[in-house]
């Protein structure tokens, strides 16, 4: 065993036990499943460096526990559709969704906001008790008109549905196509109400599909430039604080033109060509798979995961690249990295010394738990505990491939479990999301936000590693944490 | 290469790089379709047009950037504010999610509150069996004292009873036969978050006061209402009223929830107004409300059970604040202290030392419909001129009582009132009637970037300044806070419009 010895296993297996001791039976049951320490790797498979699909995962949270999740809208509007700029997304539905999400995942773009961009406004129905007692449609039809005269720039709209919309039994895929008609633009309608599934993640799938019916297997209007032998498509990058675009430079560098950005910065033109590129890169694996899938099958467009965290994987995933094309990119590809790399020393060099060994738990959504973990390896620290807010059991078994036996996994964690395992883990560092931020703070942990790169980034790319070791340092290594105790101690009153 | 370990750029500098900008024009020409730059200015010029304006003031059905939060999230601050409450929020999951993330992101804080995570299958079956299982969990894993149940528009659209469920869950054992679990229903498709607030408050009364037989006392009650400001407010309020020596049961006191120390400790519940307290406020003489759109259903019921009400809007400023304090000794006979007298002059000083850069600013407001009130108020008192005040969730009485207002003072003629309108009305309205300072909340960052209004952040929510919440708006010395935030905008305005290089004119010393 590395780092971790049997003993640490031992006592998180403990840990796990502690914890579960506090629920009512019939909940500990079910919460068991999801709680686990990653497994020796077996013999026969070199590929992995532990087992960590011991946890049932994409099941329903238990209510009343205080899980982590959003739900299907926060997937469809939050993460997949929100970010495509030219496109004005609907909120359906009450106010509240789409107030609540309004420009908080940092998707950056360029445009003119309110003229050819949309991305960070709020747009809504905002749904009154008659729209729910009557319908909602005749009010979506209007929507839509008012939209087109206020937003003549907008290429398109999206309806993104809200809870209510398939309780009350609206039609918004006739007021789609109907409008879609009359408006002589693409109107996409979602059906990512909050209740369908269980966390983000059927939101995701759902807005991908959504985008296979109502824009790639529809005429699109797309203009642009001839196919090439080296387009590319970056997948399930949402650019979040401008990660797309360091990751673009590096692609660019290497002679590749990404037609594409799926859906950081992203234009419907840009999603419509995407079926004449050479092959699909995908990061977000969990939120994107499905539709690279869809275009395998249907346009033979090849498609293979990436990662462009930290330096060793930065390098793996470019050379992987390269090696779909021909001698010159892979050629170019060894320039790239060459290149870089005295950046990557100088960061490491300045970094390193400061961050060694200092140990980190991870609870984020569906990828980050298992692709930034190589780049906190890069920068000597060590992975104590992981989990994800809404993986199944694929991305389970690729984390194997990351972490080491002996890592606590907590899937669909409850805030309940987090506090206690951080608690008794007390790591040098917390990464997860803001309603986790605050209280790992006031126990004296140092935290960064793994959703919003906490208002910094990109943390993409070589550019981005720079930022990332940066934050991890300033968080780990601030003098905050050492005015925690008042000094008077037994003094006081 | 912009990039380097000595000095690392993020991204607001990173994309500043030529490398970035190259990249960017280069993607947009061949990739993105867009409209060329001509269209884009033109279309841009045009949405600041009157033309446009009455386009955009016509909408009747599409609401873009609104000024106003749903239900539950006020049902969820509300319920923050009790001793070892925990709020538990029926319906979908991903609700709750948005509300703890909204409150956390203002307050820089934690925010506890489960969901009972109903799914497809609770919306056929209804989400009886989510109300027994999520109960039963929340009391085991959180040891609440209470439990405060606000539903979501899944569970209000299926219409869940939540009376009944929660009878039911006691009877199953969920949790005790005498914990409370005070509820109410908040559809998201009615009203706003200061509804969600009102119903609450409301519901935890009717819970905490059912079966009680009122014996009249001296005390006070008063509920502060929904407010970013709260921290600062609600001990500023507390610290005026130990002066006068009134004796007050805060309803829903949250200043102590959001606002926990950081010493190695998570607390997950802080102070809040202890659970006798609430039992004890039925024997109030008066019950007060800080913010009337806060508080019109709770006050209602209070009145029913005998008590007096009052209620105003926001006490900031000079005569808001004489209101206030006055109405306090009209109900309780004491008297205001001579340190409050002193604490008034002294606000009234600092007023007429910047009277000159004060006077005739004109000023668009928004925000919640109190909130609104208060502020044109104050601005009159300083000489300044409100020339739109918007509510996103103020209604008809509301612009009643805001043409009231503006009515009393020559400084309020020139001012207009648009109840239910949204920011991107406002755009309009400020693109072609301008004015010289916005006041409001972060959302309006986004009109300040588009027509350059220098924006001040004093309403709910600040998700991109910190730690205005801890300083108190109510009353003289919050009065005094909030000048200070007007002035040192109209001075930073000053100094970077004036002193251009190559020139010595009005960069002044001395101001
Ligand atoms: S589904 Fe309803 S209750 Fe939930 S956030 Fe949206 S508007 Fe509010
Ligand atoms: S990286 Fe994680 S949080 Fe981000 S989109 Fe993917 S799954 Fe969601």
Redo the contacts with the bound molecule.
Sequence with gaps: MDSMNADTAEMREQLIEEVLAAYPDKSRKKRQKHLAVAQPAPADDPAIASKCDGVKSNIKSLPGVMTIRGCAYA?SKG?VWGPVKDMVHISHGPVGCGQYSWSQRRNYYTGTTGVDSFVTMQITTDFQEKDIVFGGDKKLDKVIDEIAELFPLAKGISVQSECPIGLIGDDIEAVSRKKAKEIGKTIVPVRCEGFRGVS?SLG?HIANDSIRDWVLEKEGTATGPQPGPYDINIV?D?N?GGDAWASRRLLEEMGLRVVGNWSGDATLAEMERAPKAKLNLI??Y??MNYICRYMEEKYGIPWMEYNFFGPSQIAASLRAVAQKFDETIQENAEKVIAKYQPLVDAVLAKYRPRLEGKSVMLY??????R?VVTAYDDLGMVIAGTG???AHADDYKRTGEFIKEGTLIYDDVTGYELEKFVEKIRPDLVGSGIKEKYPVQKMGIPFRQM?SWDYSGPYHGYDGFAIFARDMDLAINNPVWDLFSAPWGEKAA | MPQSAEKVLDHAKLFQEPEYVEMFERKRAEFENAPPAPMVKEIGDWTKSWEYREKNLGREALCINPAKACQPLGAVFAGAGYEGSLSFVHGSQGCVAYYRSHLARHFKEPSSAVSSSMTEDAAVFGGLNNMIDGLANAYALYSPKMIAVSTTCMAEVIGDDLNSFILQAKEKGSVPQDFAVPYAHTPAFVGSHIDGYDNMQKGILETFWKDAKRVPGEGINIIPGFDGFAVGNIRELKRMLALMGVETTILSDVSDVYDTPSDGEFRMYAGGTSLDEVKGALNAKATVSMQEYCSRKTLEFCEEHGQATASFHYPLGVRATDEFLMAMTDLTGTTIPDSLKLERGRLVDALADSQSYLHGKTYAIFGDPDFVYAMARFLLETGGEPRHCLATNGGKAWEKQMRELLASSPFGKDCQVWAGKDLWALRSIMATEPVDLLIGNSHGKYLERDLGTPLIRLAFPIFDRHHHHRFPTWGYQGAINVLVKILDKIFDRLDAESGAPGQDISFDLTR
């Design positions: 997937g993460v983000q995701h399930g949402y979040i990061h977000c969990r939120s984020v959504g569906g990828l980050r738990p692709h994800y807010e809404f959703h």
